[in-house]
């Protein structure tokens, strides 16, 4: 299987922004619908976006609603999220994958620190 790699995570304060990428080399994302995940320790991974294949329908956790914005680029073979109004209690590891089924490697995910 091929394996996706995140980027852009860091540190920021209390309503800053970053924006992820998700990429993968070898196999497109096109054919199917891409989720952003996100796990801190101790718990389960969760959902937090999804997209459909071709950009037009989208769907949040309802914690996410509002501040978090999910987009593709098949063309790059990339997906986006961009992260507005952080909170601390978006502090995790966030990961891309296709989304319901998974057709891809976990990659090792970007980490986000929010500080308040």
């Known amino acids: 299987q091929v394996q996706v790699v995140e980027s852009g995570g860091g540190l920021v304060q209390a309503g800053g922004s970053l924006r992820l990428s998700c990429a993968a080399s070898?196999?497109?994302?096109?054919?199917?619908?891409m989720g952003w995940f996100r796990q801190t320790p101790g718990k389960e991974r969760e959902f937090v976006a999804r997209i459909g294949w071709s950009g037009a329908n989208t769907d949040y956790a309802d914690s996410v609603k509002g501040r978090f914005t999910i987009s593709r680029d098949n063309a790059k073979n990339t997906v986006y999220l961009q992260m507005n109004s952080l909170k601390p209690e978006d502090t995790a590891v966030y990961y891309c994958?296709?989304?319901?089924?998974?057709?891809?490697?976990w990659g090792q995910g970007t980490q986000v620190s929010v500080s308040s």
């Open positions: 070898g196999r497109f994302f096109s054919p199917y619908d």
């Open positions: 994958n296709s989304h319901p089924i998974v057709h891809f490697t």
